[in-house]
């Protein structure tokens, strides 16, 4: 019998291949609070994105997804073109998930890197979580970028430029090889606690990227699933509060009195 060969690290499945205007790359992947993969597919459905390519990966989790038909599918990245009619279109890259090597969120970051420069990109964002552990009404964005000339684009727009620190994974990653690729990278990062999901640190990134890339984005839907969502993290943290208050009553109950 035949040995089968090994499949390569990366396969990418081709659906079309368009023309876009001077193209922006954004990648939103899962992580905490989801705030970029909200993000990303979020811009996928409000511009009615294109796919361009899938990739599959040897290093995505080793498990499938069940579709809403009931049929398992594997794990896959997925590029969307989205037709802006403003300065620039978007190529949007998310994913079911994130490699769980750091080999394979090189080889993704690669591989979705060369589909973008096929396409003449020249500029890379990557939208993450910035986590506090804490609960805030107004979500904060941070940022960083591959080159100094890059910063005063997110400073004079409101993003709080990082001096220090470190971006994990592929929202990390993909800026820095977009550097070696002869393209700028920047990342925007939505401050959120990291427990739950958090639609409304993506609304906040959101915002900055359209304020940077001066691109009309209609936030109506996503306004108000933050809305929804700030409501839920009020909540929590009245619960929380309430918690520490009555630990604390019963901590001192239970101190025995003075006996002289």
């Known amino acids: 019998m035949a040995e089968i060969p090994p499949l390569p690290e990366i396969q990418v499945k081709s659906f079309s291949t368009p023309s876009p205007v001077k193209p922006v790359l954004i990648c939103g992947l899962p992580g905490s609070g989801y705030v970029g993969k909200l993000a990303a597919d979020y811009l996928v459905t409000v511009f009615k994105a294109k796919k361009v390519s899938e990739f599959y990966s040897a290093s995505f989790p080793p498990h ?4 809403d038909e009931g049929v398992a599918v594997r794990l896959k990245g997925e590029l969307y073109h989205a037709e802006t009619g403003q300065g620039n279109d978007l190529l949007i890259f998310t994913a079911d998930a994130q490699p769980s090597t750091s080999e394979g969120e090189y080889d993704l970051a ?7 420069k096929k396409l003449k990109t020249t500029l890379v ?5 910035y986590i506090t552990g804490s609960f805030v009404k107004e979500r904060r964005v941070f940022g960083t970028a591959t080159s100094k000339e890059v910063l005063p684009r997110l400073s004079k727009n409101g993003v709080q430029i990082m001096k220090e620190g470190g971006i994990s994974g592929m929202n990390g990653v993909i800026i820095g090889m977009a550097k070696l690729h002869g393209m700028e990278g920047a990342s925007l990062l939505g401050e959120t606690s990291g427990y739950l999901l958090d639609p409304a640190a993506s609304h906040a990134v959101l915002e900055s990227l359209s304020k940077i890339l001066e691109l009309k984005i209609d936030m109506t839907s996503i306004e108000e699933r933050a809305k929804e969502a700030q409501q839920i993290f009020s909540q929590v943290q009245r619960m929380t509060e309430q918690n520490i208050e009555e630990a604390r009553g019963a901590k001192d109950e239970s101190k025995p009195g003075y006996i002289g």
């Open 125 to 129: 964002f990557s939208l993450a979580a």
């Open 110 to 116: 690669e591989a979705v890197l060369m589909e973008a």
């Open 64 to 67: 499938v997804n069940i579709n």
